[in-house]
């Protein structure tokens, strides 16, 4: 049994719904490169996927942790958006990743999977709570459920909600960019 087969298919639960046509908000984040991302003032293809936490080696999951529906599958769609970064910088897309953990911690997984882009941290859910985003809580932690969505000139032009199987979620939205 492959380990997507093991994962806990996510269903739309409509949450995601209101983001299409929205703009970003005036809202900056950390990145992983000490950057601070002003979401304003992106422009043209921007892709943001959102997802609830990375995981590492030194740390145990949450207990239930691979019961929750969409809660696994965070490095395999990290790793996935890798692959594929040579694909987005030939189509001049800007991927960043977006979880509410700290850009610290964030740090540490880029660096041991070798990340090409930039991890933002909306660790305050200011990001979340503007977008009304989708989230769940696991030991007192609110994290933000697996959402992704392409940006042009800051607009949400197209949502990726939920987002199954995760490995499979950076092919979907190239396939989908190339058809702009």
């Known amino acids: ?20 046509n929205m703009k970003l908000p005036k809202l900056s984040l950390n990145s ?13 293809l921007t892709v943001l996927y959102f997802y609830p936490r990375m ?3 030194d740390v145990e999951n949450p207990v239930g942790w691979g019961n929750i529906a969409g809660a696994s599958g965070c490095t395999p769609q ?18 960043y990743g977006v979880s509410t953990q700290s850009s610290s911690y964030q740090k540490e997984a880029v660096d041991r999977l070798a990340l090409p882009f ?29 959402v992704t ?5 800051r607009e949400i032009i197209k949502v990726f ?8 979620n950076a092919q979907e939205v190239l396939s989908c960019i190339e058809k702009f």
């Open 32 to 44: 992983t490169d000490n950057n601070t991302i002003d979401l304003s003032k992106l422009e043209g």
């Open 55 to 57: 995981g590492r080696p």
């Open 1 to 20: 049994m492959n380990q997507e087969n093991k994962l806990v298919i996510p269903i739309d639960d409509g949450k995601c719904d209101h983001l299409l």
């Open 149 to 153: 969505l392409i940006c042009k000139d």
């Open 78 to 95: 990290s790793c996935s958006f890798k692959e594929h970064q040579g694909e987005f910088d030939r189509l001049n897309v800007t991927v």
């Open 161 to 168: 909600y939920p987002v199954f199987p995760p490995k499979e």
């Open 118 to 146: 930039e991890i933002l941290s909306d660790e305050n859910l200011d990001l979340t709570e503007t977008l009304n985003l989708p989230t769940f809580e696991v030991e007192g932690v609110i994290l933000t459920k697996r």
